[in-house]
């Protein structure tokens, strides 16, 4: 038994190409066509650069000669831009209860815009004590009020239900 090599990440470089007949392009994006792979690396080694898998999975696998080191920089340089223009999603959570004052529904409702204008969902929870049990149609009101001020801004992701002694609701922003 012969031990298994280890699968190298990226793209397989001059010697690690195990294939008789590549398609080639060159350093100036010339397509050559489809040559054999002797003569793909001998024209490589000639202009002193790298015979790059470029798409194993064609048939045959298209090859080009190029810097390998600059190759990997510049996909290290493009990935690390794509994360950074990435934004998490993340949820918040406003928390309510069914007797709540106007001032404090209007400084919870500010708050909400401002995660929607950051791109964040908001989670609303509904928190009833005691007796207010009773009277759940109060707090869906209350989260009927909110939908509709927030429609301009914002999509109900989960309509409004109870969990135990709490009534939730999911919002995304538009």
Known sequence: MRPVAPEKDGPRVNEEIRIREVQLIDQDGQNHGVMGIRDALAL?????????????NSAPPVCKILDYGRFKYLNQKKAAEARKKQK???????????????????????????????????????????????????????????????????????????????MIMVLAPR
């Not at 909110?146 to 801004?153: G, I, T, Y």
């Open 44 to 56: 490589a080694q000639e202009a002193g650069l790298d015979l790059v898998e470029i798409s194993p």
């Open 88 to 166: 998490v999603v993340e949820v918040k959570e406003i928390k309510l209860r069914p007797g709540i004052d106007d001032h404090d529904y209007e400084v919870k409702t500010r708050a909400m815009h401002r995660f929607f204008e950051e791109g964040d969902k908001v989670k609303v929870t509904l928190r009833f004590r005691g007796r207010e049990m009773a009277h759940q149609d109060i707090g869906y009101k209350l989260l009927m009020r909110l939908r509709e001020e927030m429609a301009p801004v914002a999509k109900v992701e989960a309509e409004p239900m109870m969990e135990g002694r709490q």
